[in-house]
């Protein structure tokens, strides 16, 4: 496995697990950690032996945004030419199914992270915002996005033009993340939510992956269309004979990934 500075990866059975690993800076995400997230996350999609993978910080953070420092002096054409938030995108290109696991601050381009992740599993003490407002910028990572899809208008535009911080029970209550545990269990539980996944028929958790996230691309038209060519297009699949099969033969299916 690569040799990584901040952060830190282990395979544990089919899940790969990547955590942040800049305490002391409650894992700010500055550019050099964020190639190395991606590059983590691109060897686990392309390992056959990896079917789901795990993103975490620690307890106190998950992550408390991009890193200020480093952008701090950076004029509009610095930004621009250096483009550091576009790495934030290529989380889209994993095919593989990324949970992340978030205790703590998950705040700026932490809550982002979080959000291009599939799936959150939140601890009771994890806390989501979008604090740009405060450094007299916006999200630059998808905040006024991908939050505005998940927990609406009218809370998305508290949470970026006033600093609002959701509770880990009120972002399980708006839909921001998929369930909220106890402290001592969230990276656990992600764990086993991920061991789960990486147990199932592996071509259709990526197509299934492919064909929700159209939802976010297309109109219903279109996403349908392409939802339906998904569908059929798994018919091409030995898991698809197995899966059925096994149902008629009321024994547990036996996946292949082909
Ligand atoms: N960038 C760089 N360093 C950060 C950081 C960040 N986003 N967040 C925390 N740190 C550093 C602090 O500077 C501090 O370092 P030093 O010990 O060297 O001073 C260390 O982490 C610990 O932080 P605090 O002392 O501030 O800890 P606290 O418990 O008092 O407060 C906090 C915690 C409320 C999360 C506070 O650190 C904070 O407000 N952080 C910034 C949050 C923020 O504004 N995030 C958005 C960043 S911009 C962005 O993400 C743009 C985008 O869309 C991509």
Redesign the pocket.
Known sequence: MAEYEMILTEAQGRVGLVRLNRP???N?LNAALMKELMNALAVFDADEGVGAMVVTGDERAFA??????EMVDASAVEMLARDN?SVFDRIRTIKKPVIAAVSG?A???GC?LAMSCDMIVASESAKFGQ??I??G?I???G?TQRLTHAVGKAIAMEMVLNNRTLSAAEAEHYGLVNRVVPVERYLEEALELAAEIAARAPLAVQIGKQAVNQAFEASLTEGLAAERRMFYFLFASQDQKEGMQAFIEKRPPQWKGE
């Open positions: 002391k800076a409650l700010a408390a945004g991009a890193d200020i420092k938030i601050y705040l700026g381009g982002e604090p740009e405060n450094l910028v999200p630059g990572a905040g």
